[in-house]
C-alpha cells in the first residue's frame, strides 16, 4: 500500500509507484482528501501501470476496504506524510480511509515526512512521531534545503532513491547483522606522469552491488574503491577511495584483520610503470613504456595470521575455468567468482553479469544473466551458507 497525503510533494508519488512497479510490486493507492488539492487520483492510476489500479479517495467509497486492503498488503509506504496525518496515526484516529488502513493494519510501515521545518521540529509533532516509531514505525528522515514555502530547514521529504532503499530493507532478511564484510571495486589507475596513467575499464558496479547488498541485509561494510563514477551504496558504513594498486592493497592488508568476510570484486592493476615521471611527459617520436607486476592483494591477504573467509573474482575472455580453479587454489581462496566478461550482459560497465562460483570444495555452481543487485545477494547466499560449515 501506498499512502498519499496532502502536500505539495505528492506529485512525487507518481515516481515512487512507478518505481516500485519496476520491481514488479503490486500497489494499491490511499490518497486523503486533502492530497486531491496537489494530484490527481488519474496520475496515479496510470503510474500503477498496465493494471491501473484507481487509487482510493474515501473511508465508504468501497465498504471495508481498510480491512480488505490490511489483509493484502506486505508493506504499507506512506509518501509524502503530513503532521495532520503522521498526528491522526499516533493517535489512533481513524477518520478517514488512510488512518483506517492503519489501524487495522499490523505489519511493517514507512512514513515519510514532508512539512515547513518549523513543524518538523515543534514539540508536539515530535512527540507525535516518537509515539509511533514507539509502535514499530519507521521514519525515512526529510531533506533540508529550501522548500515550496520558501523555508530553509529540514522538512523536504526523501528523495524516491532513498524511499526505495527503505522498502528493500523492509523486504530484506537482516542476515548478516554482526557481521563485518570488507568489499573491493573498481580499477586502480596507475601514473605514468601527473596528466596520464594506466587503467583499465572496471566499471565497480560488481563491487558496489555488493557492497550495498552487505549493508542491506545488516552488515557492517566497509568499501576500497579505486576511481569510479557511482554514487556510494546506501548504509556502508565506511568508504576508503584510492587510485593506486599498492592504494589499495595497504587498505586492504589494514582492513583485513578485523573483517570477517572479504570479498574482491575489484580489478586492481596486474602492473604498474616501473617510474612515473614528475612532469607531463612532452610528445615526441616514442615512448618505452616499462611495467613492472603489482604486489598481488589476494596472495597477500592469503598470508596473514588471522584472514577473513576470502572470495577472489576472476574475469576472463574466454570460457578458462581452469586458471579461477588454479587461482582459487594458488591463493587460498574461500570461494571465486568467474565470469567472461566476452559474454553478452556479462561485460564490463553492464548492470547485469553472468558468472560462475567455484568453492575451496569443489563445488560449483553456473549462474544465469541477472542484474548485479540479485547477483550480489545471491553470492552472499552463498557466502554465508559456505561460511558456516
Known amino acids: 500500500m501506498v499512502g498519499v497525503t496532502g502536500s505539495v510533494a505528492a506529485y512525487k508519488a507518481v515516481e515512487l509507484v512507478r518505481r516500485l512497479k519496476d520491481q514488479e510490486a503490486d500497489v494499491r493507492v490511499i490518497m486523503t482528501s486533502a492530497s486531491l488539492n496537489f494530484i490527481t487520483p488519474l496520475s496515479l492510476e496510470l503510474a500503477c501501470g498496465a493494471k491501473k489500479q484507481k487509487p482510493l479517495t474515501g473511508l465508504w467509497e468501497e465498504p471495508l476496504a ?27 484516529i481513524a477518520d478517514d480511509l488512510l488512518s483506517a488502513c492503519f489501524l487495522a493494519w499490523h505489519g511493517k510501515t514507512l512514513i515519510a515526512p514532508a512539512m515547513n521545518p518549523g513543524m518538523y521540529t515543534h514539540e508536539a509533532f515530535r512527540k507525535n512521531l516518537e509515539s509511533l ?63 596520464r596513467f594506466i587503467s583499465n575499464r572496471s566499471s565497480g558496479k560488481m563491487g558496489f552491488a555488493l557492497a550495498g547488498a552487505a549493508a542491506l541485509r545488516g552488515a557492517a561494510v566497509t568499501l576500497v574503491t579505486g576511481p569510479t563514477s557511482l554514487m556510494p551504496p546506501s548504509g556502508v558504513g565506511k568508504i576508503i577511495r584510492v587510485e593506486t594498486a599498492r592504494q589499495m592493497l595497504e587498505s586492504v592488508l589494514k582492513e583485513a584483520s578485523s573483517s570477517r568476510i ?35 592483494i589476494l596472495l597477500e591477504v592469503s598470508m596473514l595470521p588471522r584472514r577473513p573467509f ?17 587461482k582459487l587454489r594458488k591463493k587460498d581462496l574461500d570461494m571465486i567468482i568467474f565470469n567472461d566478461v566476452t ?47
Open 66 to 92: 481498510h480491512v480488505d486492503l490490511a489483509a493484502w498488503a506486505e508493506l504499507f509506504i506512506i509518501a509524502p506524510a503530513t503532521a495532520n496525518t503522521i498526528g491522526k496515526l499516533a493517535n489512533g
Open 133 to 195: 516509531r514507539s509502535l514499530g514505525v519507521t521514519e525515512i528522515p526529510p531533506e533540508a534545503g529550501t522548500l515550496a514555502c520558501g523555508a530553509e530547514g529540514i522538512g523536504r521529504m526523501a528523495g524516491i532513491e532513498t524511499i526505495m532503499e527503505a522498502a528493500k530493507r523492509a523486504f530484506t532478511p537482516r542476515d548478516m547483522e554482526g557481521q563485518s564484510v570488507l568489499v573491493t571495486a573498481g580499477p586502480t589507475r596507475e601514473p605514468l606522469d601527473p596528466v
Open 262 to 296: 572479504l570479498i574482491m570484486a575489484a580489478a586492481p592493476a596486474d602492473f604498474t610503470p616501473e617510474s612515473s615521471a614528475s612532469k607531463k611527459i612532452e610528445k615526441s617520436g616514442g615512448y618505452d613504456l616499462k611495467l613492472k607486476a603489482t604486489r598481488d
Open 310 to 326: 576470502t572470495v577472489g573474482f576472476a574475469a576472463e575472455t574466454g570460457q578458462f575455468f581452469d586458471r579461477a580453479k588454479e
Open 343 to 389: 559474454m553478452a550482459g556479462a561485460g564490463f560497465d553492464c548492470d547485469t553479469n553472468q558468472v560462475s562460483i567455484f568453492g575451496r570444495d569443489g563445488g560449483h555452481e553456473d549462474v544465469p544473466v541477472m542484474e548485479k543487485e540479485d547477483l550480489a545477494h545471491l553470492i552472499l547466499d552463498r557466502v554465508l551458507a559456505s561460511a558456516a560449515q
